[in-house]
């Protein structure tokens, strides 16, 4: 069985300390995988789940070089609020220092509000066109493809991109939209039976 464990890089009282722990944690007990969830900017609606996030990445990138036993992956990053030539390059990075540990779970998000506020809502009604053309892009890139690139949201003429993953194909996980609406009513059912105990 291959177990991973979620990271606390969310909620209050999350810290560098309990970031630290719970991967060591996770080496200790031989788990394959630590997650980090992803928010950047949300509304006060679901401020108590998500108002302080520690951002995916970076903190992935701080406990690879602490705990160099564990994979790491993202859970989920959500692709259509980043730049997406941006994340590859991140996403890579962290694969090569890391000596080809990062799994990257992306998703196409759910929330309005937190798309609005980066300015990205004309991106949500086209997210998941968003994040597919963003996958064909990546393995582009990371291929060390030097040809050209055009797709309806990324045009890469004269370029060259570098490092690539040391993995010869990084795993990348979905998340879409079926899962993404059964998220949302279930948040709509936890703020309807809320109110009703309020």
């Known amino acids: ?102 799994t990257a779970g992306i998703g196409v998000g759910w929330n309005t509000a937190e798309f609005g506020n980066l300015a990205m809502i004309d991106r949500f009604h086209v997210r998941g066109a968003y994040v597919d053309e963003t996958i064909r892009l990546w393995r582009h890139l990371w291929s060390g493809a030097t040809e050209p690139f055009h797709g309806r949201f990324h045009t890469l003429e004269d370029f060259t991109f570098g490092p690539r993953p040391v993995q010869d194909v990084l795993p990348i996980l979905e998340r879409r939209e079926r899962e993404c609406r059964r998220e949302r009513e279930r948040q709509q059912a936890r703020k309807r039976a809320t109110k009703k105990h309020v």
Request: hydrophobic residues 45%.
């Open 1 to 102: 069985m291959d177990l991973g464990l979620c990271l606390p890089n969310f909620r209050d009282g999350s810290s560098a300390e309990g970031l630290d722990a719970a991967a060591e944690v996770a080496e200790r007990f031989g788990w394959s995988t630590v997650w980090t969830t992803d928010h950047v900017v949300v509304a006060h609606a679901t401020e108590a789940e998500y108002g302080r996030v520690y951002e995916a990445i970076l903190t992935l990138a701080w406990l690879a070089g602490r705990h160099p036993r564990v994979r790491l992956g993202t859970s989920v990053i959500v692709v259509p609020q980043r730049n997406a030539v941006l994340l590859a390059k991140e996403l890579s990075t962290l694969d090569s220092l890391s000596g080809g540990r990062v």
